[in-house]
């Protein structure tokens, strides 16, 4: 087995969940001593929320009990991720954190922060404030370098990556209010800046054309990369739709001048701009599968992932084709958890299997992993977090348990308990079957989870504190045996 | 000059944009609207005379009648109003005709309070402000309590202490009569904390109905005072029931809002829950000549079973204080009566044949004739009337069924029926992307029919069924959706263009989440002053 290797940032010796660490295996026991086991702090954050699954109180009692238990676990997959879009609306911080958790409960490993979008920039830079300062939707919508590192640090502590998403050249709208001339301007019938409906606006899409754009990049770059440790960015550069670059007679000459004949070799020669921006950082990065789509070269270590599908062209077609080039590869196409439908439609979700395309057994272990996407149109801080959960929790197990544990019957009941477990931790995870959550239900005093009401509930203490304490006396004869590598 | 820009600036809130317009400098869909009501009232002009109100100044007055309704909305609407501190306000109107401050607001009602709200109650009232102050004038109650709800709508505030009202012109009154929300608590059980909550909801878009679906197969949480081993049997558990005490509780806070509860105890299908206190209450299935050890609807061809609704809804009846009580009666599956030989043997005794639809009758109006024994009203969803029974036109029929419901509200005003509409605004049924639009478009009164006919339309519900619906969503996933709903059943029929409702349905939603309402997204992409969250 390959010695887990810890990612390590800086003086304070803070260990993060690197992006290659070995599969996190774990071997927990219950009986008279009970005893987890454990290569990596990661194995072991795994393996203490399996040991918090298994305590259950029995009816109306209060006692709390664990059955005799082995377990021997791993993640099949290293890379399970959920992907929030807090540009088409802001999510506040509590809510961010909220999420932190409940993936956490479900062992998701990845927090792809899609921070920012056309529609707003709440991201605060230090380099250039102004970003935000005209971006966001208002001065109080936005998030912090404080409020960031408070997010890391939730996260690194639930072994949760942060990975954040600066999607360009298209998605920046937001961009342009604070610098114009990072936008191409548009053109209609000879003059600049004008919009032509259902084709561009008057400004859109960065502009290749100047070195401006470049420079920018450069130093936004580097201060992303100094506020974020993982070792990973996720570039974006999706549906970049070229129809603004081609009224463009300045991005005409641009092209003339470089030899650059088609639009798709634009886009390429933006993208490997950037790209060899992040990588003269010693980063990383994820993309959306378009560039590699159009044949550009990325470098070996790049992660690519898969978002298109539909009815016509299925996603499976796009992971046979995206893995054949060689690179990590992760699907998020059959969990755009955004797209609500009535009904159980965890269990599409559940039956997503990220390998049943046709490819060689290489192109197979490139595939890493999976996200779910909450693109966030429709979304915001009222309905985030019963919408996601427990949904998500069936793309947990998909990603994380054996290929063959994929029967919906036997599932359902296993997930409508951890929606009531999620519950009775705070969560407002959704129903999926008719029934009831015994002492549960979000908003009994039984659970963490309170919402403000205009007449204050008086908040008796959860049963979730008795249940602390009973884990705690569990602890204590508990011997828990960690070789960790604490670098 | 200035005056005319000072009215289009006030004016100038009612921009319209489409998705993703690149005129926005934001690429929000569409932008709120900035005091302005919802639902629209019949009659509404403001002027740009701006009125100031101090907060710690500022009282309601009552100049005739009163009563612990008006008194409640008053000290209630302070906090609505004044209650939520702001810190820093981005709004800073620049044209600002200054015209004076508010203190008071009179509210004259006319006629001496009622107790209980009730089908056909004067909604209406008139509001102005202007220079020589701002006064409600209602003939009932009921109306005050509707002009205090837009009076909130209308007031916005400019710093910790400072609000303004525009000078406004109000006169208003609902176009249909019952305007309500169900909400199934069987399926999955609502806190009475939650449904206290959406009763503020519904409030806020003068809402007067709460019909509610208490009980169904899955699960009884009603505490029957007769039998109260149909909740001690029925229900999820012990902790899943309403006391009658938190039954009491809910109908006063509704009386409070002014909005009826109607309670629906459905039968003779949808009724397994029953089954496990009252023996013999439901039908035996049969496989063969043995039973099957399943049950299907109340069994109709037992006198026990009549004495036993008897019983339960002289029970009922004295819980409920509306006049109606909703009695369902759909979905009714024949399957397992035909299966059972003592029904068999029942409709050959009554000459009944092999035609169901007549043992659901016979069924319906013995219920119907003991409920009338009561002096009480009842509504029934349309397949009694569908099927061709002949009963009451006393009763109130819903429509639920999604087929050609417009002509099946032609069909049951044309028997005679008063009718109410459900079957375009199922909120359960979701979808993803902006779905409002079509809940708007739908309108009760939109089919060929006499006059008379149109009359008989007495309103409509939207239903929140509870298949998939708890504590954890139901707020927001019924609003703001339910109040497009709201509209529709209040305002004139001719308000119905969806893109120029789309920046006041954006307004209405920011407002709710500042009152702490969990208003979900309903235009795309964009953002509220105040956003939702939640304890740290």
Same mark, same amino acid.
């Given at each position: 087995?390959?010695?887990?290797?810890l990612?390590?940032?800086?003086?304070g010796?803070?260990?993060?969940l690197?992006?290659?660490?070995?599969?996190?295996?774990?071997?927990?026991?219950?009986?008279?001593s009970?005893?987890?086991?454990?290569?990596?702090v990661?194995g072991a954050l795994?393996?203490?929320?399996?040991?918090?699954?298994?305590?259950?109180?029995?009816?109306?009692?209060?006692?709390?009990?664990?059955?005799?238990t082995?377990?021997?676990?791993e993640?099949?997959f290293?890379?399970?991720?959920i992907m929030?879009?807090?540009?088409r609306?802001?999510?506040p911080?509590?809510?961010?954190?909220? =999420?932190?958790?409940?993936m956490?409960?479900?062992?998701?490993?990845?927090f792809?922060?899609?921070?920012?979008d056309?529609?707003?920039?709440? #991201?605060?830079?230090?380099v250039f404030?102004s970003?935000?300062?005209?971006g966001?939707?208002?001065?109080k919508l936005?998030?912090?370098?404080?409020d960031?590192?408070?997010?890391?640090?939730?996260?690194r502590?639930?072994?949760?990556?942060?990975v954040?998403?600066?999607?360009?050249p298209?998605h920046?709208?937001?961009? $342009?209010?604070?610098?114009?001339s990072?936008?191409t301007?548009?053109?209609?019938?000879?003059?600049?800046?004008v919009?032509?409906p259902l084709?561009? $606006?008057a400004?859109?899409?960065?502009?290749?054309s100047?070195?401006?754009t470049?420079?920018f990049?450069?130093?936004?770059?580097?201060?992303?990369?100094?506020?974020?440790?993982?070792? #990973?960015?996720h570039l974006?550069m999706?549906?970049?739709?070229?129809s603004?670059?081609?009224?463009?007679?300045?991005i005409?000459a641009?092209?003339?001048?470089?030899?650059?004949?088609?639009?798709?070799?634009l886009m390429?020669y933006?993208?490997?701009?950037v790209?060899?921006?992040?990588?003269?950082t =010693?980063?990383?990065y994820?993309?959306?599968?378009?560039p590699?789509?159009?044949g550009?070269?990325?470098?070996?270590?790049?992660?690519?992932e898969?978002?298109?599908?539909?009815?016509?062209?299925?996603?499976?077609?796009?992971?046979?084709?995206?893995?054949k080039?060689?690179?990590?590869?992760?699907?998020?196409?059959?969990?755009?958890?955004?797209?609500?439908?009535y009904?159980q439609?965890w269990?599409?979700?559940y039956?997503?299997?990220?390998?049943?395309?046709?490819g060689?057994?290489?192109?197979?272990?490139?595939?890493?992993g999976?996200?779910?996407?909450?693109?966030?149109?429709?979304?915001?801080?009222?309905?985030l977090?019963?919408?996601?959960?427990?949904?998500?929790?069936?793309?947990?197990e998909?990603l994380?348990?054996?290929?063959?544990?994929?029967?919906v019957?036997s599932?359902?009941?296993?997930?409508?308990?951890?929606?009531?477990r999620?519950?009775?931790?705070?969560i407002?995870?959704?129903p999926?079957?008719?029934?009831y959550?015994?002492?549960?239900?979000?908003?009994f005093?039984?659970?963490?989870?309170?919402?403000?009401?205009?007449e204050?509930?008086?908040?008796?203490p959860?049963?979730a504190?008795?249940?602390a304490?009973?884990?705690l006396?569990?602890?204590?004869?508990?011997?828990?045996s960690?070789?960790c590598?604490?670098? | 000059?200035?005056l005319?820009l000072c009215f289009l600036f006030v004016?100038?809130?009612?921009?319209?944009?489409s998705?993703?317009? #690149?005129?926005n400098?934001?690429?929000?869909s569409?932008t709120?609207?900035?005091?302005?009501?919802?639902?629209?009232?019949?009659?509404?002009?403001?002027?740009?005379?701006v009125y100031t109100?101090?907060? =710690?100044?500022?009282?309601?007055r009552?100049?005739?009648?009163?009563c612990?309704?008006?008194?409640?909305?008053?000290?209630?609407y302070?906090t609505?109003?004044?209650?939520?501190?702001?810190?820093?306000l981005?709004?800073?109107?620049?044209?600002?005709?200054?015209?004076?401050s508010l203190t008071v607001?009179?509210?004259?009602?006319?006629s001496?309070?009622d107790?209980y709200?009730?089908?056909?109650m004067?909604?209406?009232?008139?509001?102005t402000i202007?220079?020589?102050?701002a006064?409600?004038?209602?003939n009932s109650v009921?109306?005050?309590?509707?002009?205090?709800e837009?009076?909130?709508?209308?007031?916005?505030q400019?710093?910790?202490d400072?609000f303004?009202?525009?000078?406004?012109?109000?006169s208003?009154?609902?176009?249909?009569?019952?305007r309500?929300?169900?909400?199934?608590?069987s399926?999955?059980f609502?806190?009475?904390?939650v449904?206290?909550q959406n009763?503020?909801?519904m409030?806020?878009s003068k809402?007067?109905v709460?019909?509610?679906?208490?009980?169904?197969?899955?699960?009884?949480?009603y505490?029957?005072?007769?039998?109260?081993?149909?909740?001690s049997?029925?229900a999820?558990?012990s902790?899943?029931i309403?006391?009658?005490?938190?039954?009491?509780?809910?109908?006063?806070?509704?009386?409070?809002l002014?909005?009826?509860?109607?309670?629906?105890f459905?039968?003779?299908?949808?009724?397994?829950?029953?089954?496990?206190?009252i023996?013999?209450l439901?039908?035996?299935?049969y496989?063969?000549?043995?039973p099957?050890g399943?049950?299907?609807?109340?069994?109709p061809?037992l006198?026990s079973?009549y004495?036993?609704?008897?019983k339960?809804f002289? $029970?009922?009846a004295?819980?409920?204080?509306d006049?109606?009580?909703h009695?369902?009666?759909?979905?009714?599956?024949f399957?397992c009566?035909?299966?059972?030989?003592?029904?068999?043997?029942?409709m050959k005794?009554?000459?009944?044949?092999?035609?169901?639809?007549?043992l659901?009758e016979?069924?319906?109006q013995?219920?119907?004739?003991?409920i009338?024994?009561?002096?009480?009203?009842?509504m029934?969803?349309?397949?009694?009337?569908?099927?061709?029974?002949?009963?009451?036109?006393?009763a109130?029929?819903?429509i639920?069924?999604?087929?050609?419901y417009?002509q099946?509200?032609?069909l049951?005003?044309?028997k005679?029926?008063?009718?109410?509409l459900q079957?375009c605004? #199922?909120?359960?049924l979701?979808?993803?992307?902006?779905?409002?639009?079509?809940?708007y478009?739908?309108?009760?009164g939109?089919?060929n029919?006499?006059a008379a006919?149109?009359?008989?339309?007495?309103?409509g519900e939207?239903?929140?069924?509870?298949?998939y619906?708890d =504590?954890?969503?139901v707020?927001?996933?019924?609003?703001?959706r339910?109040?497009v709903?709201?509209e529709?059943?209040?305002?004139?029929?001719?308000?119905?263009n969806a893109?120029?409702?789309?920046p006041?349905?954006?307004?209405?939603?920011c407002?709710?989440?500042?009152r702490?309402?969990?208003?979900e997204?309903?235009n795309?992409?964009?953002?509220?002053?105040?956003?939702?969250?939640?304890?740290?």
């Amino acid at each position: 087995m390959v010695p887990p290797q810890l990612g390590t940032l800086g003086p304070g010796s803070q260990t993060y969940l690197h992006s290659y660490t070995a599969p996190s295996t774990d071997n927990l026991t219950v009986s008279t001593s009970p005893r987890l086991t454990c290569a990596t702090v990661w194995g072991a954050l795994r393996g203490l929320e399996t040991f918090s699954q298994l305590i259950y109180n029995e009816g109306e009692e209060s006692s709390l009990f664990i059955n005799k238990t082995t377990i021997i676990d791993e993640p099949r997959f290293r890379y399970r991720g959920i992907m929030l879009d807090t540009a088409r609306h802001f999510l506040p911080m509590p809510i961010l954190l909220k =999420n932190l958790d409940a993936m956490a409960y479900n062992k998701f490993n990845v927090f792809h922060w899609h921070i920012v979008d056309d529609q707003s920039f709440p #991201y605060e830079s230090v380099v250039f404030p102004s970003l935000s300062e005209k971006g966001a939707y208002s001065g109080k919508l936005i998030y912090t370098q404080e409020d960031i590192r408070h997010v890391i640090q939730y996260a690194r502590l639930r072994g949760i990556r942060v990975v954040p998403e600066f999607d360009t050249p298209g998605h920046t709208q937001s961009w $342009g209010e604070a610098f114009k001339s990072l936008l191409t301007p548009c053109w209609v019938d000879g003059k600049e800046g004008v919009a032509k409906p259902l084709f561009h $606006g008057a400004y859109e899409i960065f502009d290749p054309s100047r070195e401006s754009t470049f420079d920018f990049l450069q130093k936004f770059i580097g201060e992303v990369v100094e506020v974020f440790p993982d070792q #990973y960015l996720h570039l974006g550069m999706d549906e970049s739709y070229p129809s603004c670059w081609k009224s463009s007679p300045n991005i005409t000459a641009f092209m003339k001048e470089n030899n650059i004949t088609t639009y798709v070799q634009l886009m390429q020669y933006y993208v490997t701009r950037v790209l060899d921006i992040v990588q003269s950082t =010693n980063k990383s990065y994820v993309i959306w599968q378009d560039p590699i789509e159009e044949g550009t070269k990325a470098s070996p270590d790049t992660i690519v992932e898969v978002w298109r599908g539909n009815s016509t062209v299925p996603w499976q077609n796009y992971m046979s084709e995206v893995s054949k080039h060689g690179y990590k590869t992760i699907l998020a196409s059959c969990w755009y958890l955004n797209y609500i439908s009535y009904g159980q439609d965890w269990k599409k979700y559940y039956q997503c299997e990220p390998l049943n395309f046709t490819g060689t057994a290489e192109q197979y272990d490139n595939v890493i992993g999976g996200e779910v996407c909450m693109f966030a149109e429709y979304i915001d801080g009222t309905n985030l977090l019963s919408r996601l959960w427990p949904r998500a929790s069936a793309v947990a197990e998909r990603l994380w348990s054996r290929r063959d544990v994929k029967d919906v019957e036997s599932a359902k009941f296993r997930l409508d308990q951890q929606r009531c477990r999620m519950l009775k931790r705070g969560i407002p995870a959704q129903p999926i079957l008719d029934g009831y959550c015994g002492d549960y239900e979000f908003g009994f005093p039984g659970s963490n989870g309170i919402y403000e009401t205009s007449e204050k509930r008086p908040r008796t203490p959860p049963a979730a504190s008795s249940a602390a304490g009973v884990f705690l006396s569990l602890l204590s004869v508990t011997f828990i045996s960690c070789f960790c590598f604490m670098v | 000059m200035a005056l005319m820009l000072c009215f289009l600036f006030v004016h100038l809130v009612a921009f319209v944009y489409s998705n993703g317009d #690149y005129q926005n400098d934001k690429l929000v869909s569409v932008t709120a609207t900035i005091g302005m009501p919802w639902p629209l009232p019949q009659q509404y002009s403001s002027t740009p005379a701006v009125y100031t109100i101090n907060r =710690n100044v500022f009282k309601f007055r009552a100049t005739d009648q009163s009563c612990d309704i008006l008194e409640s909305a008053f000290f209630r609407y302070q906090t609505i109003i004044f209650g939520y501190r702001e810190k820093t306000l981005r709004f800073h109107p620049k044209l600002f005709l200054k015209a004076g401050s508010l203190t008071v607001l009179d509210v004259n009602v006319k006629s001496k309070c009622d107790r209980y709200p009730y089908l056909g109650m004067d909604e209406s009232y008139n509001l102005t402000i202007g220079a020589a102050g701002a006064t409600l004038n209602s003939n009932s109650v009921w109306g005050a309590l509707r002009g205090i709800e837009t009076f909130s709508q209308l007031v916005l505030q400019q710093n910790k202490d400072m609000f303004t009202v525009n000078g406004t012109t109000i006169s208003d009154f609902p176009r249909f009569q019952h305007r309500g929300l169900l909400l199934d608590t069987s399926r999955h059980f609502l806190d009475v904390s939650v449904i206290k909550q959406n009763l503020l909801a519904m409030s806020q878009s003068k809402f007067n109905v709460f019909h509610w679906h208490i009980v169904d197969d899955q699960s009884f949480p009603y505490t029957s005072v007769e039998f109260p081993d149909m909740s001690s049997k029925g229900a999820y558990d012990s902790r899943h029931i309403y006391t009658q005490d938190q039954i009491a509780e809910i109908i006063e806070f509704a009386r409070i809002l002014g909005i009826r509860v109607i309670p629906e105890f459905d039968s003779p299908g949808h009724s397994q829950s029953w089954g496990k206190a009252i023996k013999d209450l439901l039908t035996k299935c049969y496989s063969g000549s043995q039973p099957n050890g399943q049950y299907g609807p109340i069994n109709p061809s037992l006198e026990s079973s009549y004495s036993f609704l008897s019983k339960f809804f002289a $029970g009922v009846a004295k819980v409920f204080p509306d006049h109606y009580l909703h009695l369902g009666g759909d979905e009714v599956n024949f399957d397992c009566w035909k299966s059972n030989p003592n029904i068999t043997a029942f409709m050959k005794q009554k000459s009944f044949g092999t035609n169901y639809v007549k043992l659901e009758e016979y069924y319906v109006q013995r219920l119907l004739d003991i409920i009338g024994g009561m002096n009480k009203g009842y509504m029934i969803w349309q397949e009694v009337v569908d099927n061709g029974a002949k009963i009451s036109k006393e009763a109130i029929v819903e429509i639920y069924r999604n087929l050609a419901y417009m002509q099946d509200v032609y069909l049951t005003t044309l028997k005679g029926y008063r009718t109410v509409l459900q079957a375009c605004w #199922y909120l359960d049924l979701i979808k993803y992307g902006v779905q409002w639009q079509a809940f708007y478009a739908c309108d009760p009164g939109n089919f060929n029919g006499t006059a008379a006919q149109k009359k008989l339309v007495i309103g409509g519900e939207t239903c929140m069924w509870g298949e998939y619906v708890d =504590n954890a969503n139901v707020l927001s996933r019924t609003w703001p959706r339910a109040s497009v709903v709201a509209e529709r059943l209040w305002s004139a029929q001719s308000v119905n263009n969806a893109n120029a409702a789309a920046p006041r349905l954006e307004e209405h939603r920011c407002r709710m989440i500042k009152r702490g309402f969990p208003a979900e997204t309903v235009n795309g992409p964009g953002y509220c002053p105040q956003e939702y969250s939640i304890p740290v």
